[in-house]
């Protein structure tokens, strides 16, 4: 991957619950971030 582009918008998230509602991710999708760096509990799913 060579990309040039410099991320200036970075979004965070973390502790996700799939299966309740979730009406943070348009708000994010809306912000159109460069990067998501996704912590927390995640990486149990």
């Known amino acids: 991957m060579n990309d040039d582009r410099i991320s200036d918008r970075i979004a965070f998230g973390s502790c996700n ?12 999708e809306s ?4 990067a998501f ?6 990486i149990y799913a």
Do not use: F, K, S
């Open 17 to 28: 619950e799939q299966d309740l509602q979730n009406n943070l991710w348009p708000i994010i």
């Open 37 to 42: 760096v996704w912590g927390g509990d995640a």
């Open 31 to 34: 912000r159109q971030p460069t």
